[in-house]
């Protein structure tokens, strides 16, 4: 600024030089300039400096800093709304991605029903166990395993020499007691002979009398014990309890035998079991147990006689739906009069129960395994999870067979989670990918 003003007063002093032919002398306090050798008569030419800026008005300085506070507030309030935008974006996106996505199918719908197939076990309409009655030692058996047998045919003889000595012992003592009886019985009668002509007293006559009594009394102990040990020693010989087929054989000769049964000391000798006819127990399911009664032809089929189909009935039903498997245990025979079909194989009954109904197919990877029973998990319109109970009407393996709970519009979840809930929000998966299950 020095170096600025300096050059402008040369520049003053270079143009009063031209116009006076003078140099010109710095002015005084007024502010006017005055030359050396001036004439008296003439005025001094003066030069007046710019005016000076007025300084601002307070209100146009409160106006610019309100504007300022203003413009710093709007800024600020900006910078609060753009974040709290932020923040709300974050967290919509945090509650998108915290919901899990699942994948669907639709239940597929079947084929009118034409027949019900299901599995059983073939058993034998009578199937008993043979246990000895005596204790002893096994002399012979006369039946083996697969071996047709009648009732009343000898299957084996039982050694029983404690119960033969028993037996002798116990008609000894009847023989005592038999000849205690007559003694007492010739007392009684003399007694009473002397009543009559009173040489004795009545107490002597009755003491008589009823020491014969006990006599009777104790004779009928004795039969009934030698009954009970010839009964014993009638069990010696095991005997077929019905017409069968003998299927197990556990003793040998020599084998000690005890009387009893299963679980106490005795020993199981013998299994025998009647095959003509065969029942199968089949679980009927709740959807077709109206249409189940006894008299209600079936067909049993079996693995290892492809092609071939034989004929039963239902004999009887258990007129109650198990709670556990809602079904009916029905009870089919098969006449088995040759005796091709063995106790125990494994086959499929099949039915033609004639009901009418909707049926459908879901995988079997979309029911949920839980305590209220089978279940599966249904997304609903609103994006929430329904759980529903099913009934099953058929296991196909891949795919299970639904006569009841869902309907073919109804979007089934695949591979639910274990944690799933009634009501949970949820997002369906796009059809060809597989959804996130959490």
Do not use: C
Not at 249 to 269: C, F, Q, S, Y
């Amino acid at each position: 600024m020095e170096i600025l003003t300096h050059d402008m007063e040369k520049e003053d002093r270079a143009a009063l030089t031209n116009e006076t032919g003078h140099a010109p002398n710095r002015a005084d306090g007024g502010g006017a300039r005055r030359y050396a050798g001036e004439d008296e008569g003439r005025l001094p030419a003066e030069i007046t400096a710019p005016p000076k800026l007025p300084p601002a008005t307070p209100r146009r300085a409160l106006m610019f800093i309100g504007v300022v506070l203003l413009v710093l507030v709007a800024a600020g309030v900006a910078t609060m709304l753009v974040r709290l935008h932020d923040s709300h974006v974050l967290a919509d996106e945090t509650e998108q991605n915290a919901i899990p996505t699942v994948s669907v199918v639709h239940p597929t719908a079947e084929k009118p029903d034409e027949e019900l197939v299901l599995p059983g076990s073939l058993q034998a309409y009578i199937e008993s166990p043979i246990y000895a009655r005596t204790n002893g030692y096994l002399l012979r058996w006369y039946k083996d395993i697969g071996s047709r047998i009648k009732k009343g045919e000898l299957l084996a003889d039982i050694d029983t020499p404690e119960v033969d000595q028993e037996l002798m012992q116990a008609r000894a003592a009847r023989q005592q007691v038999v000849a205690a009886m007559d003694l007492a019985k010739i007392n009684a009668d003399r007694y009473q002979a002397l009543r009559k002509t009173d040489s004795v007293s009545q107490q002597e006559a009755d003491t008589q009398s009823s020491g014969y009594e006990q006599a009777m009394a104790n004779l009928a102990a004795a039969d009934a014990n030698v009954k009970r040990l010839e009964e014993l020693e009638g069990f010696k010989h095991v005997y077929a309890p019905f017409d069968g087929v003998l299927t197990r054989r556990t003793v040998d000769p020599g084998a000690l035998i005890n009387a009893g049964v299963a679980g106490a000391a005795g020993k199981e000798l013998f299994d025998v079991a009647r095959t003509d006819p065969l029942r199968v127990y089949v679980a009927v399911p709740q959807a077709y147990a109206p249409a189940i009664h006894p008299g209600l032809e079936a067909v049993v089929t079996l693995q290892e006689f492809p092609g071939q189909k034989f004929t039963a009935t239902v004999a009887r039903t258990a007129d109650a739906i198990d709670q556990t498997t809602r079904t009916l245990l029905t009870e089919v025979d098969v006449p088995n009069r040759d005796g091709k079909l063995l106790p125990g194989s494994f086959g499929e009954v099949h039915f033609r129960p004639n009901v009418n109904g909707s049926k459908l197919t879901i995988p079997v990877n979309a029911m949920l395994f839980r305590r209220e029973g089978p279940q599966v998990a249904v997304v609903g319109s609103d994006g929430k999870v329904q759980l529903r109970r099913i009934s099953i009407g058929r296991d196909y393996g891949t795919t299970l067979e639904i006569v009841g709970g869902v309907d073919v519009n109804d979007r089934v979840i695949v591979n639910p989670s274990d944690s799933i809930e009634d009501g949970q929000k949820v997002k369906v998966a796009p059809e060809g990918q597989e959804g996130r299950h959490s």
